[in-house]
């Protein structure tokens, strides 16, 4: 029985020829992945500050941005695990292990991102554990987290020679997320005084 698995094992960890399929499935799944990310952001906006409360419960906007962060972090997986899998690809300790020394950094970028949001995700589901402080400090390190994996995203672009097209549909995702974090820590009064929320009485 312990054969029959080390067999499968080596058949499936075992690095052919180049593979079209596994490449396109790893950056097909970073592109879903970059999306749900910045949609997960602009949700999660949404959702701290109660602009769009009107259309819905808050119940409902905290599990919507909770299901969004679940398809970003498992397209994000997904990628990672992919590079195991290709001829010229990585070990399980260069896609979990931040800063190993002879990765790219590039890499180190992508994998420091997708670990920080998992360690977000994780206090998130025992929040009611934690002080609410303690937890919303960690929550907020998704927002460095974003911009990390932003840079991977631009880097691993330029290294494929996809900046062109495909970093114009990566900017479009980012912008109304960059906005909408920029809105979310400028000061009420000055978001005021723009019109863009009401003034309280």
């Known amino acids: 029985m312990v054969d029959q698995w080390s067999e499968v094992v080596i058949v499936l960890t075992q690095k052919t020829d180049t593979d079209p399929g596994i490449k396109g499935m790893a950056q097909t799944s970073a592109r879903i992945s ?12 949404f959702t701290a500050t109660g602009w769009i409360k009107s259309l819905t419960g808050r119940k409902a906007l905290r599990n919507s941005h909770m299901v969004l962060g679940i398809l970003t972090l498992s397209f994000g997986v997904v990628h990672a695990m992919s590079f195991l899998f290709l001829p010229d ?13 002879g990765t790219l950094a590039r890499h180190e970028l992508g994998v420091v991102g997708l670990e920080v949001m998992i360690a977000v995700a994780l206090t998130g589901g025992i929040s009611r554990f934690s002080s609410y402080r303690r937890f919303l400090w960690i929550h907020r390190l998704a927002y460095p ?6 840079l991977h995203a631009f880097f691993g ?22 906005l909408l974090t920029a809105l979310r820590f400028t000061p009420t009064r ?3 005084r723009l019109g863009l929320v009401e003034e309280l009485v």
């Open 89 to 101: 690809g990585f070990t399980l300790a260069q896609i979990s292990i931040p800063l190993l020394p």
């Open 190 to 192: 000055y978001l005021e």
């Open 145 to 150: 987290a974003v911009a990390i994996t932003a």
């Open 157 to 178: 672009a330029l290294a494929n020679g996809h900046l062109g097209l495909l970093w114009f549909g990566g900017i479009t995702l980012l912008v109304p997320a960059v």
């Open 34 to 45: 970059y999306g749900f990310m910045c949609l997960t952001l602009c949700w999660g906006v």
